[in-house]
């Protein structure tokens, strides 16, 4: 069994910052690409940021400069500092990891999601 627990969303003001946490935990070997996602109501789910086992990053256009995604490969968690946060990031957050697990199958999973709302 893994599972995904993200925490840290809220609501904020325009201009203002949050962060976000996921810790995985369970049966898992090594987790590969941990990455964010948003949803928001009417619109389709969306890469937000990924981040690999090495390092490398990905961010979708719209939060390129303004967010950041880092992990800590020890604890199995990814995090993402949300900066100067605009009405229109307003969605359900969602962590996703891909992963090996003990039994040496690889899958993705998937977080409850979290609400971050934006404020104008």
């Known amino acids: 069994q893994v599972q995904l627990v993200e925490s840290g969303g809220g609501l904020v003001q325009a201009g203002g910052s949050l962060r976000l946490s996921c810790a995985a935990s369970g049966s898992i070997f090594s987790i590969n690409a941990m990455g964010w996602y948003r949803q928001a109501p009417g619109k389709q789910r969306e890469l937000v940021a990924l981040?690999?086992?090495?390092?490398?990053?990905n961010y979708a256009d719209s939060v390129q400069g303004r967010f950041t995604i880092s992990r800590d490969n020890a604890k199995n968690t990814v995090n993402l500092q949300m900066n100067s946060l605009k009405p229109e990031d307003t969605a359900v957050y969602v962590c996703n990891a891909d992963l090996v697990r003990s039994s040496g199958y690889k899958y993705s999973y998937w977080g409850q999601g979290t609400q971050v709302t934006v404020s104008s």
């Open positions: 981040i690999t086992s090495g390092g490398n990053t």
